[in-house]
């Protein structure tokens, strides 16, 4: 079953706005990470934060953790049509951190 | 640099045939793995590997096989393929990070239509 769930399934908005996609999971883990999907194309690696961090940032990324709710928010600042792509997070466990589960994913749509 | 490569990227089979999807890495990490994707359901871990000669099973290893002879290589094979094997699937590899995290890097992934 699937470990992380995302929310929205998908998002539209308009160039230069913020996108913030949400995602919540099940158990105890050791990180988490997220990564983007173009059309067509492999998942690319984004940002990966620890079970210990609360909040991360990466040029216009911002992610957070609360490990309390078992979830995770990541917010894409200033949008530009490229971003255009699916987000997906996924959770290494803490009991077996090679297996990376996967969520369903967010699809973002930057309108020009 | 060519990173994930995988072979081939389209690939129509019937029923009870079977193939092996190809994937080479070349940046020498210990760690790789296959995922399928299915529309709506994001990816799913079939079978991963944390190095030569040593393989295990994902969320949904039934109906494919593994083996890992070398460190660059890492096949999948369909048994006896069947139409609930339709699916994009993506290769991935990791170096295992300071914390002991992987961080994936996929291939372009590989299309299959089984009829």
């Known amino acids: 079953s699937q470990q992380g769930e995302e929310d929205p399934q998908a998002l539209s908005i308009q160039e230069g706005e913020n996108a913030t996609m949400n995602c919540s999971y099940k158990t105890s883990i050791n990180n988490l990470q997220w990564y983007r999907q173009n059309s067509g194309r492999g998942l690319v690696h984004l940002i990966l934060?620890?079970?210990?961090?609360r909040e991360k940032h990466s040029g216009r990324l911002r992610v957070t953790l609360d490990t309390s709710k078992k979830s995770s928010s990541l917010l894409i600042t200033a949008s530009r049509a490229a971003d255009t792509a699916s987000y997906f997070c996924?959770?290494?466990?803490?009991?077996?951190?090679?297996?990376?589960?996967f969520g369903s994913g967010t699809r973002l749509l930057v309108r020009p | 640099n060519a990173g994930v490569t995988q072979t081939p990227k389209f690939q129509v089979l019937k029923t009870g045939q079977s193939m092996t999807l190809q994937c080479a890495q070349d940046m020498n990490h210990e760690y790789m793995s296959w995922y399928r994707q299915d529309p709506g359901m994001g990816l799913r871990l079939i079978h991963y590997?944390?190095?030569?000669?040593?393989?295990d099973q994902g969320e949904v290893p039934n109906g494919y096989n593994v083996s890992r002879s070398t460190t660059e290589d890492f096949p999948l094979r369909l048994l006896s393929a069947a139409p609930s094997q339709t699916s994009v699937y993506f290769c991935a590899s990791s170096y295992r990070g300071t914390g002991g995290q992987l961080e994936l890097f996929f291939g372009e992934g590989s299309r299959l239509t089984v009829l």
């Open positions: 590997s944390v190095g030569a000669g040593i393989t």
């Open positions: 996924a959770t290494g466990a803490m009991d077996s951190s090679y297996k990376l589960i």
């Open positions: 934060i620890r079970s210990n961090e």
